[in-house]
Antibody, heavy 122, light 106 residues
Framework: QVQLVQSGSELKKPGASVKVSCKAS????????MNWVRQAPGQGLEWMGW????????TYAQGFTGRFVFSLDTSVSTAYLQISSLKAEDTAVYYC???????????????WGQGTLVTVSS | DIQMTQSPSSLSASVGDRVTITCQAS??????LNWYQQKPGKAPKLLIY???NLETGVPSRFSGSGSGTDFTFTISSLQPEDIATYYC????????FGQGTRLEIK
C-alpha cells in the first residue's frame, strides 16, 4: 500500500534552516509527482509547489520562491523540503502529498504524509 | 491568476441534514476541481476528483458537481464522523486551494 512517512517535528530558531523528509513506499517513486502543502496554525491549506520525481525539476508557487527548495533522493524514494533563513511566520505543518495518477504533471493530491510541524521561535 | 471563492466559511447542521458547499473559480477551469476533507489534527483526504468522481472507498453520501466556474460539494445525509473542514482545489493551472469550510454539528 502507498505510504508517505515524514520526519518528526522540528523546533528551530529564526535564521536557521530545516530539512523535512518524506519517505515513500508501496509504489514506483519516480512515476508520480510529489506536492508540498503548508498549513499555518489554525489556517487553511496552501499549495507550495511540486517536484517532478522523474526529472527532479521543481516548480514553486508564488510566495515560495527563494528560501524553499524541493529535492529528491531517488535511491531511497525520499523527497525533501528545505527552508532556509527561517522566520516566525514559517511556523506551520508541512505535508508532502503524492499525485493520484502517474505522470509528469500535478493535479490531484491522492496520498498524503502525516505532516511535519516546524516551529520557529527564539 | 485564478482565484477560488469557497462558501460558506463555516456551517452548522444536524445529523441527517443535506449539506452543500460551493466553490467558484474566477475563470473557466473545466472540471479541474477536487474536494478534500480534513479532520482536526489529521492530514487532508481526497474525496472527489475531477469535480464529480468519488475516490475509491469514500462513502456515496458524498458527491460533487459542476464545471466551468461553479462547483458544488454535497453530503446527502450528514453523519457525526463528517465533522471536518472541507477544501476545494483547482488544478487548471498550478493547484490552488479554496479557503475551506468548517462543518459543525448543530
Amino acid at each position: 500500500q502507498v505510504q508517505l512517512v515524514q520526519s518528526g517535528s522540528e523546533l528551530k530558531k529564526p535564521g536557521a534552516s530545516v530539512k523535512v523528509s518524506c519517505k515513500a513506499s508501496g509504489y514506483t517513486f519516480t512515476s508520480y509527482a510529489m506536492n508540498w502543502v503548508r498549513q499555518a496554525p489554525g489556517q487553511g491549506l496552501e499549495w507550495m509547489g511540486w517536484i517532478n520525481t522523474n526529472t527532479g525539476n521543481p516548480t514553486y508557487a508564488q510566495g515560495f520562491t527563494g528560501r524553499f527548495v524541493f529535492s529528491l533522493d531517488t535511491s531511497v524514494s525520499t523527497a525533501y523540503l528545505q527552508i532556509s533563513s527561517l522566520k516566525a511566520e514559517d511556523t506551520a505543518v508541512y505535508y508532502c502529498a503524492r499525485d493520484r495518477q502517474p505522470g509528469d504533471s500535478v493535479d490531484t493530491a491522492g496520498y498524503w504524509g502525516q505532516g511535519t510541524l516546524v516551529t520557529v521561535s527564539s | 491568476d485564478i482565484q477560488m471563492t469557497q462558501s460558506p466559511s463555516s456551517l452548522s447542521a444536524s445529523v441527517g441534514d443535506r449539506v452543500t458547499i460551493t466553490c467558484q473559480a474566477s475563470q473557466d477551469i473545466s472540471n479541474y476541481l477536487n474536494w478534500y476533507q480534513q479532520k482536526p489534527g489529521k492530514a487532508p483526504k481526497l474525496l472527489i476528483y475531477d469535480a464529480s468522481n468519488l475516490e475509491t472507498g469514500v462513502p456515496s453520501r458524498f458527491s460533487g458537481s459542476g464545471s466551468g466556474t461553479d462547483f458544488t460539494f454535497t453530503i446527502s445525509s450528514l453523519q457525526p464522523e463528517d465533522i471536518a473542514t472541507y477544501y476545494c482545489q483547482q488544478y487548471d493551472n498550478l493547484p490552488l486551494f479554496g479557503q475551506g469550510t468548517r462543518l459543525e454539528i448543530k
